[in-house]
């Protein structure tokens, strides 16, 4: 695809419920990004894959959140027992590489997740 | 660690007039890149402008242009002749070569007609 791509669009989930979050970014982009961002606020880094390097997880918010990346391709986002201050938009952006002039992020429409 | 500040959480400005955007940050490399994105209602983050720390030239994009401070690590932005497509959030983002982009909080800009 030409861009990054996030499933799924909307999610609503009940308080308890584990739920996964997709993300496809640009074929070849080695660095990823997960964001949160709640209702009219900034963006909240979550976690960070760049090639096979260690993912600095350190925005990660509790150790109901993580994340996997499967070598340069899809992340999945998972969040067990949600809970209701999780009710946000997940952003995801590609990269493709750090430290060089094709810094530029390329965002995903971003997944809106809904506890209720 | 990069911290980034955005003093306005919310500006507004007349169509076609200008407006400025003010962004500071602290980091202790001298090798980082400085972002500009937008974020409409829509909600997808759009790359606005981007500026290279080696450079000296003010970074522009049409309408858009930065005013790069480095020595008093200022990055702001200035929209002329703004337009009703211009409202958005807008988030001030520098990253250290080899890091991650650190974001700011952001400042809302109404565009009134």
């Known amino acids: 695809g030409a861009g990054v791509s996030q499933s799924p669009s909307n999610k609503v989930t009940e308080k308890g419920k584990d739920v996964e979050l997709r993300c496809d970014p640009i074929?070849?982009?080695?660095?990823l990004y997960w964001y949160r961002q709640r209702l009219g606020q900034g963006l909240e880094f979550l976690i960070y894959?760049?090639?096979?390097?260690?993912?600095?997880k350190s925005g990660l918010p509790s150790d109901r959140f993580s994340a996997e990346r499967t070598g340069e391709s899809v992340s999945t986002l998972t969040i067990q027992r949600t809970q209701q201050e999780d009710s946000a938009v997940y952003l995801c952006?590609?990269?493709?590489?750090?430290?060089?002039?094709?810094?530029?992020?390329?965002f995903g429409p971003g997944t809106r997740l809904l506890v209720l | 660690a990069q911290t980034v500040t955005q003093s306005q959480p919310e500006m507004s400005v007349q169509e076609a007039e200008t407006v400025t955007l003010s962004c500071t940050y602290d980091?202790?490399?001298?090798?980082?890149?400085l972002f500009w994105y937008k974020q409409p209602p829509s909600r997808q983050m759009i790359l606005v402008i981007r500026?290279?720390?080696?450079?000296?030239q003010n970074a522009t994009e049409n309408r858009f242009s930065v005013n790069f401070q480095k020595a008093a690590k200022s990055f702001s932005l200035k929209i002329s002749d703004s337009q009703l497509g211009d409202a958005a959030m807008y988030f001030c983002?520098?990253?250290?070569?080899?890091?991650?982009?650190?974001f700011g909080k952001g400042t809302r800009l109404h565009i009134l007609p």
């Open positions: 952006a590609s990269s493709l590489s750090t430290g060089g002039p094709q810094e530029t992020q390329y």
């Open positions: 983002a520098p990253q250290n070569r080899d890091d991650k982009i650190i």
């Open positions: 500026q290279e720390a080696y450079k000296q």
């Open positions: 894959f760049q090639g096979n390097s260690a993912p600095d």
């Open positions: 074929s070849g982009h080695t660095a």
């Open positions: 980091t202790s490399e001298s090798d980082y890149y």
